[in-house]
């Protein structure tokens, strides 16, 4: 993976195309070690009495949500319904640990036994 690589427009193209790349958008976020959090991202939510899940970090713009969140099916019981966006609230709480754990594109095993 590689961050803020700068190309040519002329390659951007091809790119984009090319199913070996993956573009994620960074959300201004970044985890409890520092970790900038990209579109894409898999996060593990940790509660302070060590109770954890795993969710990817999705983008809604296409779903009348213009924001990064965390995708709900992901997040099991107690935690969900949250009040408001996920990943702000795990944030704001300052309570619960979140960690980048990968990515949807290097590493889809850690979602596989995820989802409600």
Do not use: C, R
Request: proline fraction near 6%; avoid cysteine.
């Amino acid at each position: 993976m590689f961050n803020n690589v700068q190309i040519g427009a002329q390659y951007l193209g091809d790119l984009l195309a090319d199913p070996e790349w993956h573009i994620m958008q960074y959300t201004g976020m970044h985890d409890s070690q520092g970790k900038e959090i990209y579109e894409g991202d898999i996060i593990k939510v940790t509660a302070i009495d060590g109770q954890s899940y795993v969710s990817p970090v999705k983008y809604f713009g296409d779903e009348d949500y213009p924001a990064f969140d965390l995708d709900q099916k992901y997040i099991p019981e107690p935690w969900y319904p949250y009040e408001s966006n996920a990943l702000s609230e795990e944030f704001g709480n300052g309570l619960s640990k979140i960690e980048v754990v990968g990515n949807i594109y290097e590493n889809p095993e850690l979602m596989e036994a995820g989802g409600k």
